[in-house]
Structure formats: C-alpha cells, structure tokens
C-alpha cells in the first residue's frame, strides 16, 4: 500500500514539474502607448479556445511591476492598464523588458510572457539623452565665435566630454561678457533639441600700463624757491588707467 502510495505522489510531482515548464510568449509594445492599448492575444496564442481562458481561469500572477498590465478574463487579451516609460523602468538598459507569469487552472500551467517596451524619441537632448540607441546620440553645435569652439572627446570608459575651447585671446575692455548658445540634437527622426545659454565673464588682468595725460611736463621756479613755494610753482599731473 505504501509503495502504490509513493508511486502516486511522483506521479503527480512529475505531471506538476511538466506542467510548470510551460512556454514563453513574447510581445512588443512602444513606451507611451496609451491604457488600453492590446499588447497581444493571450489566450489565442497560448492555443486557448474561445471562452476557455475564462472557464480554466487564465490569470497574470501578481508581481512588482506587472501594474501597468492586466489581464481581460472574458478575451484573454494582454493590455496596458497604464502608460509605460521605458526610460523609468529601465533608464539606459536595453532591451526593456517586463517578465509576466500567467497561471491557467484547470489543469495547472504556467506560462512566461516576456514584454518588451521599446523606445521612442521622446527626450530632448541635454548634457545627455534618456532615450538608447539612434535616440540618444547626440551631436552639439556653438553659436558662431572667433573666439571659442567646441571639442568632443572619448574617455577611456567610452563615455563622451564635451570641452568649450578657447580659439583667441580674449579683452575684457574690448568685450567683457560672451554670450553664446549650445544646442544638443539627437539622432531620432525627427531629431529633437535642447538648447542652453553659456554666459562668460572675462576676469581683468594687469595688461595695461598707467598713462599720464601729458607726456611732458614745464615748470619754471626762480632759483631761491623754497621748498613752501614749490607747491605754488609744481603743476597738477593727472594719471590714468585703462580698466
């Protein structure tokens, strides 16, 4: 009796391994997509016939991000509840991807769904992209300057620098500030722009000499001035410096 008995339980325990090795369905659906937007047939592609994804119970099993999806029991169709941001799931990890469990009773099967949540061009560029891909590379533009341009550089972890380089002597007496515009554009189509002001203060350096107003100066004082009347006799010297 006991033997039948053990042979009973692996039995079921082999039928159970079976069953929860289900397949994996996988579906696509771009970031944004509006709340009830159908990421795909469910029950159809799982071989379900009509009505049965209902009478068997086809049901998503309950995870942390599973929120933005759900599950119509009378269809079995797979839906946004939600809008997916893939930059918020995933920021810069590509592919995207929600892993789903489905659970259909009656008998037992689990299925794995794989949702993959590709990206648009929604970000303008900044300093960086948040999209991935031809979305996130970014080329840069100066307004014109005789004085400043720009220089992008690899560094040794592939990331890129972006460098304001001066080009010319710059005089703070001929031209205090600088005022230019840095516009970074993505590769998307169409291609999207974010733009910042750059506003450079020019320091004052020591590079201009006192002048005096004259370049000569006469005086004439009789030869017993003393020194109470060289202050009647001495002119008035005036000096300046360029600032």
């Known amino acids: 009796m006991g033997e039948r008995r053990c042979a009973a339980v692996r039995v079921l325990v082999l039928q159970a391994a079976w069953a929860l090795a289900g397949g994996q369905v996988r579906y696509s659906v771009p970031e944004e997509a509006e709340a009830g937007t159908v990421v795909g047939r469910l029950a159809q592609d799982l071989g379900l016939e009509a009505g049965e994804a209902e009478a068997r119970r086809l049901r998503l099993v309950a995870q942390g991000r599973r929120a933005s999806v759900e599950l119509s029991g009378a269809s079995g169709a797979l839906l946004l509840s939600s809008r997916l941001d893939r930059e918020q799931l995933c920021a810069k990890s590509a592919p995207c991807a929600l892993r789903l469990e489905v659970l259909l009773e009656r008998p037992l099967r689990v299925f794995h769904v794989e949702l993959e949540v590709t990206d648009i061009n929604d970000n303008a560029p900044g300093a960086s992209d948040a999209d991935i891909g031809a979305n996130a590379q970014l080329s840069y533009t100066l307004s014109p300057s005789e004085h400043f341009s720009l220089d992008l550089q690899k560094t040794e972890e592939d990331d890129e620098s972006l460098f304001l380089v001066l080009r010319k002597s710059l005089d703070r ?20 722009t974010g733009t910042m002001e750059l506003l450079i203060s020019v320091l004052d350096a020591n590079d201009n000499a006192p002048q005096f107003n004259q ?10 001035a003393n020194e109470a009347l060289c202050g009647d006799y001495m002119p008035r010297i005036w000096m300046r410096e360029e600032q």
Do not use: C, F, M, W
């Open 215 to 224: 370049s000569v100066y006469k005086v004439q004082l009789p030869e017993n």
């Open 173 to 192: 007496e001929t031209i205090p500030v600088h005022r230019l515009v840095l516009t970074a554009s993505d590769g998307g189509r169409p291609s999207l």
